[in-house]
């Protein structure tokens, strides 16, 4: 199973409702719904923070798809975003997954979406990206 998570970026972040279903659903989740503990058990300190305790997650990969006003130089050439791709911006949902269990796959990007917008090229890109992840 993959579960494809789509967002734009929205000051440097994701809107406001989606970090409120992000808490709401994983907040919810802690105790058994969807994970059980941090990991860390008592009797095995061999078990580490963050490793997901027993998480529902485990077996699933996750997906970030994220849509930018910014352009797409603005990350290649180290410009304003310093090099960093959307996956590395979005490292704090990727750690929510990974957290509860799932496994990250390579995110899509598509650039520069209101100013000079691509959809039909976008469209055919994220074809392409999910072709090469499940080919």
Sequence with gaps: MVLLVQTPLYWMSAPWLFNKYIDDVFTAGLGGQLIYHDGRVIDDPSKHYGTGGVARGQGKKFM???????????FDQGEF?????????????HKVYQFNGFEPLPGFTAYDVIKNPTIEEDFESFEKHLLQLFA
């Design 64 to 74: 970030l798809a994220a849509t930018l006003n910014a352009p797409e130089y603005a």
């Design 81 to 93: 975003f310093e090099g960093n791709d959307s996956d590395q911006l979005f490292m704090w949902l």
